[in-house]
Structure formats: structure tokens, C-alpha cells
Nanobody, 123 residues
Framework: QVQLVESGGGLVQSGGSLRLSCAAFGRSFSGYTMGWFRQAPGKGREFVAAISWSGGSTSYANSVKDRFTISRDNAKNTVYLQMNSLKPEDTAVYYC????????????????WGQGTQVTVSS
């Protein structure tokens, strides 16, 4: 079992930045692909970014490419999502998740999920 706890969400103005953190507890963190997903009110959960267990491979949704950066520190069992140039359409609950599948972008390939952290971007 892997327990995931997100933090760092909040209210920010359009154009601002936030950094989300996700701390992992339990089984070894380093063997998992880690992903960030988000869910806006009335919408399904969507892929945002993923990072391989080594940190050497990353992938992003087109909507956040060049604005968001995913990274991880395996020594601290933590994955991060740096979000810059935020837009009102980025408003959502953001979830981190762990998968045994390399480069996974689909929700159903992630076995472990955090409780989510709210990000609200005002215009």
C-alpha cells in the first residue's frame, strides 16, 4: 500500500504560480510512475502530468505543457507540480497518484490516489 497526501493548493490570481507537493508513505516510492490529475466541477478526472520512477521521463497534457513542471525527489518520497501562468480554466481539485505502469496517462492505470487539493484561479 502507498498512501499519498497532497498539499500546496489555494487561491491565486490569473497569471500566478503555485507549487503542489505530494508526500508518499508506506511501500517504496521510487518504483512507481507518479502522476498528477485534476477534476473540475461537473467534469471527469483528467491527466495533467506524469514522471517516471527515475525522473528521467515526463509527459504532459497539451493544456499545461510549457506552463507546468512535474518533478520528484525519491529521497524525500515526494513529487511536485510547479504551476506557472495559471489560468481560470486550471481551477480544479488536483490529485496525485501512483502507478506501476511506465508513462501512464489513464486514470484506470493508477492504483493509489491522494485525497486531492483545491486550486482556484481567479480572473
Amino acid at each position: 500500500q502507498v498512501q499519498l497526501v497532497e498539499s500546496g493548493g489555494g487561491l491565486v490570481q490569473s497569471g500566478g504560480s503555485l507549487r503542489l507537493s505530494c508526500a508518499a508513505f508506506g511501500r517504496s516510492f521510487s518504483g512507481y510512475t507518479m502522476g498528477w490529475f485534476r477534476q473540475a466541477p461537473g467534469k471527469g478526472r483528467e491527466f495533467v502530468a506524469a514522471i517516471s520512477w527515475s525522473g528521467g521521463s515526463t509527459s504532459y497534457a497539451n493544456s499545461v505543457k510549457d506552463r507546468f513542471t512535474i518533478s520528484r525527489d525519491n529521497a524525500k518520497n515526494t513529487v511536485y507540480l510547479q504551476m506557472n501562468s495559471l489560468k481560470p480554466e486550471d481551477t480544479a481539485v488536483y490529485y496525485c497518484a501512483a502507478s506501476v505502469h511506465f508513462g501512464a496517462a489513464q486514470v484506470n492505470l493508477y492504483a493509489y490516489w491522494g485525497q486531492g487539493t483545491q486550486v482556484t484561479v481567479s480572473s
